[in-house]
């Protein structure tokens, strides 16, 4: 069964600096997808960034990018210029060719001013 | 255009009774999605619907939880007996299909509290 993990329960930044969070996985298949999703205290689920497995390329948008690490099962998140609003929990999810989509534990991500 | 909405946003009820939690998914989307997120904890798949298929009902954790769609509308999850260990926040999602490539839009979910 395809399991995320999520090492970092909470992560602190400096506003206007970098911060990286941390997902492996762990999956047999060859074809998927990766995900990181943001939920403020409001708990709408914000997605954030996408990875197709199946791309060499890491997924950017805008202060968000990603090192997607095929061969070592590792999708890390870089928040860039880290603002106050990007204080959230954040979630690593995989989905594979399984109906459901299965997340890490999170990690809480707080900006200092 | 409107997002997933979900109803009540909060709920506390009596340990023993039944409760019901409505979801609104977005319109055209085919596929609805049910998790239950623990307080500090990620999200647990319960439910799966897909259009008029038969629901992936792999994640629903007792025979205490149930759910239901019509067609590609609203979904409700039902959850009788309630137990102090239901307390949680239950999430809908829906998606434009169900193929591995899209994303999930998620609702607000419905903040269970069972006393």
């Known amino acids: 069964a395809q399991t995320v993990t999520q090492s970092q329960p909470e992560m602190s930044v400096q506003e206007a600096e970098t911060v990286t969070l941390s997902c492996t996985y762990d999956t047999s298949e060859s074809d998927y997808y990766l995900f990181w999703y943001k939920q403020p205290p409001s708990r709408q689920m914000i997605l954030v960034i996408r990875?197709?497995?199946?791309?060499?390329q890491n997924a950017t948008e805008n202060r968000f990018s990603v090192n997607f690490q095929k061969a070592a099962k590792s999708f890390s998140l870089k928040i860039s210029d880290s603002q106050l609003g990007d204080a959230a929990m954040y979630f690593c999810?995989?989905?594979?060719?399984?109906?459901?989509?299965?997340f890490g534990a999170g990690t809480r991500l707080t900006v200092k001013p | 255009g409107a997002g997933v909405s979900q109803s009540p946003s909060n709920k506390v009820t009596e340990k023993g009774k039944d409760v019901e939690l409505r979801c609104d998914p977005i319109s055209g989307h085919t596929a609805l999605y049910w998790y239950r997120q623990r307080l500090g904890q990620g999200l647990e798949f319960l439910i799966y619907?897909?259009?008029?298929?038969?629901?992936?009902k792999s994640g629903l954790p007792s025979d205490r939880f149930s759910a239901e769609r019509t067609g590609e509308s609203v979904s409700t999850l039902t959850i009788q007996r309630t137990q102090q260990e239901d307390s949680a926040v239950y999430l809908c999602?829906?998606?434009?299909?169900?193929?591995?490539?899209?994303?999930?839009?998620f609702g607000p979910g419905t903040r269970l509290t069972v006393t």
């Open positions: 990875q197709e497995a199946y791309k060499q």
């Open positions: 999602a829906s998606s434009p299909a169900p193929t591995v490539a899209y994303e999930q839009y």
């Open positions: 619907f897909q259009g008029n298929s038969a629901p992936d």
């Open positions: 999810a995989y989905k594979g060719n399984n109906n459901d989509m299965r």
